[in-house]
């Protein structure tokens, strides 16, 4: 059964940093590539990062040189460092295979809002 656990998020103040885990069932981890999608208010969910997994990474223009992404293969979770944040950076972000599954499935997501 696949399933998808986020954590991590949070209020934080403009500029300050976050550490988004998120824990994977092994069967999907293991042959997927991973990847982080953010969904802000009113808007269509979007990739901000991914990774393979032989680690080669890929991240939006947004947060370039700001966001790392890693996984951790012997505890099947991926992991998101969130630097330099910034109001916009705020919305509901999830993790899931990169394409999303076919099935459809969505963990809960974890909510981080960037505010003063």
């Known amino acids: 059964q696949v399933q998808l656990v986020e954590s991590g998020g949070g209020l934080v103040q403009p500029g300050g940093s976050l550490r988004l885990s998120c824990a994977a069932s092994?069967?999907?981890?293991?042959?997927?590539?991973m990847g982080w999608y953010r969904q802000a208010p009113g808007k269509q969910r979007y990739l901000v990062a991914r990774?393979?997994?032989?680690?080669?990474?890929n991240y939006a223009d947004s947060v370039k040189g700001r966001f790392t992404i890693s996984r951790d293969n012997a505890k099947n979770t991926v992991y998101l460092q969130m630097n330099s944040l910034k109001p916009e950076d705020t919305g509901v972000y999830y993790c899931?295979?990169?394409?999303?599954?076919?099935?459809?499935?969505w963990g809960q997501g974890t909510q981080v809002t960037v505010s003063s």
């Open positions: 990774i393979a997994i032989g680690g080669s990474t």
């Open positions: 899931n295979t990169y394409p999303s599954l076919s099935s459809g499935y």
């Open positions: 092994g069967r999907i981890f293991s042959i997927y590539t």
